[in-house]
């Protein structure tokens, strides 16, 4: 008989702890139902694939964004980087806010989740569970999944076994304590009552280790809970009883057994760190709004931009009405020219027949004038030949007269 008055408990700092064990019990109850190999390879396989299908799709957009923006039309080849650029992150935006976004939280939150989250539930160690585990060892404790002889420097102790107590073996901790049905020795001399093997009416067995769910397994990486389980309650009560009357070491309340009978069963107080919540806030939610973020403020640029290029339309758009208010005032004064224009046509039209009927007669008149001048310098012409032919005609007579 060996009596255990204290021990020391040391962690190896190299390896990799977490203290959030409820954050990662379901995960460990997952690993329970589909085996430890089986639950990573759905668990990757189902974010390998949203990253995969975000990156084909990611890849598509980028795709279509350079055959347009930059290579494929002449468009694209005779513009700037500047003007490229704009154009590549107005084609991007027309996606959507939400597609978009949704599409970056595909990009980031698997892989994040799948080795920030999931992983250290895999490949680290409770600490907590560690440590119950550890103290029950002190308190006398083995592996039930793997009972093995122990060395201690050169001494090699004997291999143990799992045992249970026919008195005190339960499924919901222990049998409460009943003077009459117990044997008088059972707090003096408890292994006199112990039994070799594993408590045949247990409804906990583990399928693969064939004893029942303990604290005590000898892989505290996929603890599901830190809580002491049936099993766990029965061995220290059974290595030291109680004989004050009262056996049932945990008074739980009654809950609903899986026949819907009722059954009595363990309290487990267990203080909520929110380690695990604060974890995935750190490298998933704060991400998230980085991401927010960047695509908030390229859309603020964006705003920018368009503002500036709806302030030079609306100049262009004030010096055009200018310059169309301008012509369309020099179009009134060239119409009203136009109908002057038309008006003093018309009105010469109209007066045409008057003036030239009276140039008709102004020509009749001078005609007529210049008739009878004609005639009257005819008649003074010929009137002053006569009497000059007279003249001649008497001189002649004269001459004649005088020769003879």
């Not at 112990?194 to 603890?223: C, F, W």
């Not at 026949?259 to 919540?277: D, F, M, V």
Request: hydrophobic content about 40%; charged content about 20%.
């Amino acid at each position: 008989m060996i009596e255990v008055f204290g021990g020391v408990i040391s962690f190896n700092v190299e390896k990799c702890w977490y203290l959030d064990t409820a954050f990662c019990g379901p995960l460990h109850s997952l690993k329970a139902k589909m085996g430890t190999n089986g639950a990573a390879a759905m668990i990757k396989g189902i974010a390998f694939g949203i990253f995969a299908l975000a990156l084909l799709v990611l890849f598509m957009l980028l795709a279509r964004v350079f055959k347009h923006q930059h290579c494929c039309d002449a468009e694209g080849k005779s513009r700037t980087w500047k003007t490229k650029a704009r154009g590549s992150a107005e084609e991007m935006s027309s996606f959507g806010v939400f597609p978009t976004l949704v599409l970056c939280i595909c990009l980031w939150v698997p892989i994040a989740l799948q080795n920030t989250i999931v992983a250290p539930c895999w490949e680290c160690f409770d600490f907590e569970a560690a440590a119950v585990h550890e103290i029950g060892h002190i308190l006398g404790l083995n592996h039930p999944d793997a009972i093995s002889p122990a060395t201690i420097g050169e001494v090699t102790f004997p291999t143990g076994s799992n045992v249970y107590s026919s008195y005190t073996a339960a499924n919901n901790g222990m049998k409460n304590y009943d003077s009459k049905g117990f044997p008088k020795d059972i707090c003096m001399e408890p292994w006199e009552h112990v039994t070799e093997g594993v408590y045949p009416a247990a409804d906990d067995k583990n399928a693969d280790t064939g004893v029942r769910q303990s604290i005590m397994y000898s892989l505290t990486e996929h603890n599901p809970k830190v809580c002491l389980t049936s099993d766990d309650i029965e061995a220290i009560y059974t290595i030291y009883p109680l004989c004050s009357g009262r056996a049932l070491p945990s008074s739980a309340g009654l809950k609903k057994g899986e026949a819907g009978n009722e059954r009595e069963g363990l309290e487990c107080y267990k203080t909520k760190l929110y380690i695990g919540a604060v974890r995935v806030l750190i490298y998933i939610f704060v991400p998230i709004l980085i991401l927010l973020f960047v695509q908030i403020l390229i859309l603020a640029c964006l705003k920018q931009h368009h503002d500036a290029v709806v302030d030079e339309l609306k100049d262009s758009r004030a010096d055009a009405m200018q310059v169309a208010q301008k012509h369309k005032n020099k179009s009134v004064d060239m119409e009203n020219r136009a109908v002057q224009i038309q008006d003093a046509l018309s009105k010469q039209i109209e007066t045409e027949d008057e003036r030239v009927e009276e140039r008709a007669q102004e020509m009749a008149a001078q005609m007529i004038q210049a008739k009878m001048r004609g005639k009257m310098t005819r008649k003074q012409s010929a009137s002053r030949f006569g009497e000059e032919k007279a003249g001649k005609m008497a001189a002649a007579g004269q001459t004649r007269r005088g020769s003879v």
